[in-house]
């Protein structure tokens, strides 16, 4: 197999389960119903109203909506992390589903930010955006998903046909030029979702040529996906879409699962051209992100 297709040693049958309480399957239709309602009105919407709008409404109209469906599928959000300021406001500390009012963007300012994230779940996408919204980068198979897909095209996603191997250079000046225009591109490196149980996959170093090359610094965040009580959050495999885990298993497996909470930590950026070369930045943003994980128990680890 190329190394342009990594591969996961998760599966459905064996990373994908849920401990917690379950949730009754008449609740968890009316979720299932209100998290695709929103998505889809997301996705009408936005090619009339989102032009219409200057930059910094656009993304916080962005920021409510994503949150909005990831708490419409039933899922708690959190956010941590130490305050992130570049060209703009800072990121507040706390829970976003308990927290009114409070900032939760990381600003790219005038030059373009390379945002860099663990890969879970397809709950990642709008988490991320309830974060900082930005122009994704994703395999060209998401263009067909239901629901998400056409949303992801309006939102600028920049695809990927990774069983093109020569197809790389095109992605990376793609997402350099994006990256010197003042974008935010929003990569999950790892190139495979992964249940998060584990140390998770290598970053490939593709997309830190593209930061080098345009000058850009690289946002680091964290995610993780936790069930239980909230003062006894243990890890939860509910969310993990991996595999050949079809998305409508998964869907359904998201909103019967009981306190489930995503939960989203920004770390500390790594300036532009701190590093000589995109291998040892993707190292050290793959240790940046997978830093405490490490230490967990080793029944949280696969065998």
């Known amino acids: ?38 998505t889809l009105t997301g996705a009408l919407c936005a090619p009339l109203a989102l032009p219409l709008l200057g930059r910094s409404r656009r993304e916080r109209l962005i920021r409510c909506w994503a949150y909005g469906v990831v708490r419409a599928f039933g899922v ?15 990121l507040a500390q706390g ?6 009012g409070g900032a939760s963007l990381v600003q790219g300012g005038a030059q373009g930010l390379l945002v860099v994230a663990n890969h879970v779940s397809w709950l990642d996408i709008p988490l991320v955006a309830a974060v900082c919204p930005g ?15 056409p949303l992801a095209a ?34 999950f490196p790892e190139g495979s979702t992964w249940c998060g149980r584990g140390p998770g996959g290598r970053f490939r170093p593709a997309a830190f040529q593209a930061a080098i090359d345009a000058g850009a610094a690289v946002q680091p965040l964290r995610i993780r996906y936790r069930g239980g009580p909230p003062r006894n959050l ?4 509910a969310a993990a879409f991996v ?22 930590r920004v770390l500390p950026q790594i300036p532009a051209g701190s590093l000589p070369g995109r291998r040892a930045l ?10 405490d994980s490490a230490n967990r128990p080793a029944e949280s680890v696969h065998h």
């Open 234 to 237: 243990a890890p939860a495999g």
């Open 154 to 187: 309006l939102g600028g996603t920049l695809f990927v046909e990774r069983e093109r191997l020569r197809a790389l250079p095109d992605t990376v000046r793609a997402v350099a030029s994006a990256l010197r225009d003042g974008a935010r591109v929003v990569v």
């Open 135 to 149: 122009r994704m980068l994703a395999k060209s198979d998401i263009r067909h998903w239901p629901l998400l897909g």
């Open 95 to 100: 829970d976003l589903s308990a927290a009114r």
């Open 76 to 90: 708690r959000v959190r956010v941590l992390g130490p305050p992130v300021v570049r060209g703009g406001p800072s």
């Open 1 to 38: 197999m190329s190394h342009w297709l990594p591969a996961s040693p998760c599966t459905p049958s064996t990373c994908a389960g849920h401990l917690g309480p379950a949730r009754h399957p008449v609740p968890a239709a009316a979720l299932l119903l209100a998290g695709c309602a929103l």
């Open 243 to 264: 595999g050949d885990d079809p998305l409508t298993a998964s869907l359904w497996r998201v909103v019967t699962s009981a306190g489930l909470t995503a939960e989203i």
């Open 282 to 291: 993707a190292r050290l943003a793959q240790s940046t992100v997978a830093s």
